[in-house]
């Protein structure tokens, strides 16, 4: 096998031919479907006469091809693995070519599959060519046409993207729907779904007072877990009025739940299709969580119906352009459909863990990429997170109204194009009068840029000096970093009023809150008129996505944590404060010295417990320790086992010291109200939660019991979940064996809540995980075919840290010898999948030498351009 190739940014061309429209027409069979395509082709201005036409195509069987009706001869045309070439074509004229495919054996879940008895497409990024040859890339943009010829009992569903314009009866018990879609699309936007689909109706009109057709189609199973979704997405499309002056722009929009789905769901133009766990939800069978990702995956594959459909990309490398935003612009509707600050903590929490995580390691790239070799690999945090993270710092640098009007520009100067990044930040710095050539390289730039902060107040002259150095650590293939436009948000909280103090800078007033704009490697900033020694309170809300080193007090940090305006850095000094005495048992742990509990961490804790406070999810979030994963992303050298036993010892602590506040919580959250996911009873589910998981880290009998009680009481799967979890995450196997049991049979028909009963299972500390996920690997409701699966099973245990990282490298191997099956069914999953065993650079050298042998192990494998590129850049 020859290596693949990698494709370069700087290679751009513009397409040689163009396509107008495209005419499809589907003859669905399992084994052997016919897909007749004719192309209205037209040569690029850019190119000469005799220009040869590019088609891409892989794994169709050529039944005919024919220009402008002349059937070709063999010697007409060269047909490779990658597609087709043909040589003298004429300006303009009309392709025809008809292909067979097999959905059936397509586990690869790209182009045209079967899932269940369902056929359903996924074309991002490249699965169109699986589907028929075309130039399939997303800056060539066409009107489609599509029939769908299907059987009537098989498939009495037939779907497409646009408005059906004509239905009928064929011969053979055969029926077929045309489907027309008048706005110009890259290939990657098309679906097909055909099958034995049931839908739920409304309708939404628009602010212009055009009425849509709201459809979404599930098997029959299902048809009671769609209301959320539902709304979900009358509230996104007038959030995208009221937002961006954004209206729908077809008469038509339907969701398809599909049980196989490589990724949460996909954009198609008027057809979105959904992995069932990002569209279903129902409070017997779905956590709080899982509601509201359906409501922000619902939103975001809405909203890209204008960034990204209406806009989208010129080429791969300007992912992010879409991603970016529209993860920016779902981020923003959640945050105002619930509680700002928790969403903000949570988007953070998430992205300092495991986005930082990507950009330190072997496979950190930019969120404009200049190379790849498979597109499917950089559907990454850093495109998608760090993405958004750079369109949040753009919007407040502009301001909200300058923002606006970018984006009103930036619609309305490209729609129907494929564009660039520039195009977009160009627009923003044209409404705003800024000058963004320096925020650009924020694009170019891999790594986490990291801040030494220093401040030193002088009483004398009532003056603050904050001194900021930036640097950015050197990532694969860039070794040296310019120095980032920053903006860094900030107050100084009074340290005897406890207040935002006013704050002047350069003899200007700035008000109690500012941003300023670090943008060399060095910078001091002095503000005056200070008359009372401040603690400063930095990079309010994350406003950049940097780590920032700065050296805190356990003093400050409690303070900040009562005092900061700022709830968001009011939870960060509690997460800095939670680290500090994390970071000595870590040390106390590794020097086999006894453990002693910090008391400013637990008097921290009783003041926010007694204090209780308005909002009982931030609450929640300041009770909630940093992760594992977290903490291992704060260390050079990872240590797995003090790491745990660190954390466990602190939650042991707290668990013991505030027992009874921790009940009282628990008690006092209680409710039997009908559940709603509102943010008010998320947010006190999530305390008693957190309350009962202290409790139950120094458990008795009748914790133990309460816990029982809320498995077997609870009306919802967020309280249910989580007591099991508990359970048998503890040692109470005589009451979590039966529990377990209970669960898996209650639940035995429906395999999202069956994914969660394997999540459970594998994630649980004890040293029989490993065991269980081989033999849960058996189990009849598992399939390495279907991708949710995988990730609950496989995924679970893989952030299981002290099973995974097991001292005998049987949790490396379990996970290779996965790896090694996908490679060959599900390339895109396999390459994912593989993902905590390239961060081996980051453990002790007997992990780092098991974890190196699995990935060269791999690696002899004949092996996808998926896999082959991440383990290429892994072992580096
Ligand atoms: N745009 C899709 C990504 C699908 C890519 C699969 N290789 C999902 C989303 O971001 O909305
Ligand atoms: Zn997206």
Redesign the pocket.
Known sequence: MSAPQATYLADYRPPAYRVTHTELAFELDPSATRVKAGLQLERHPEYEAGESLWLDGEQLKLLSLAIDGRVLGEHEYQLNEQGLSIANVPERFLLETEVEISPEDNTAL?GLYRSGSMFCT?C??EGFRRITFYPDRPDVMATFSTTVIGDATRDPVLLSNGNPTQRGELADGRHFVTWQDPHPKPSYLFALVAGDLHRVEDSFTTMSGRKVALEIWVEKENLGKTDHAMVSLKHAMRWDEQTYGREYDLDLFMIVAVNDF??????NKGLNIFNSAAVLAHPDTATDAAFQRVESIVA??YF?NWS?NRVTCRDWFQLSLK?GF?VFRDQSFSADMNSAAVKRIEDVSFFRTAQFAEDAGPTAHPVRPDHYIQI?NF?TLTI?EKGAELVRMLYHLAGPEAFRQGSDLYFARFDGQAVTIEDFVDCMAEASGQDFSQFMRWYGQAGTPEIDAHGEYDYANAEYRLILRQRTPATPGQLDKQALHIPIRLGLVGSKSGSDLPLTLGGQSLGSESVIHLCDDEQTFVFTDVHEAPVVSLLRGQSAPVKLHMPYSREDLAFLLVNDSDDFNRWDAGQRLSMLALEDLIAAHRNGVEKVMDSRLSDAFRQLLEEGSGDKAVLAEMLTLPSEAYIAEQQIRVDVDAIHAAREFVRQSLARELRDLWLAVYQANQSDEPYAPTAQQVGQRQLKNVALSYLMSQPDDGVVALAQRQFEAAANMTDVRHALTLLVHGDHEAVSAPALKAFGHKWAHDPLVMDQWFNIQVTRPQADALDRVRFLMEHPAFSLTNPNKVRALIGGFAQNRINFHRLDGEGYRLVADVVIELNRLNP?IAARIITPLTRWQRFDETRQALMKAELERIQAQPLSANVYEVVEMALA
Not at 262 to 267: D, H, I, P, S, V
């Open positions: 790209e996924q991002e990024a490589n990724m949460g769901a996909m954009e975001h594959e890209h990204g991603e529209t499917g559907y998608y895109e």
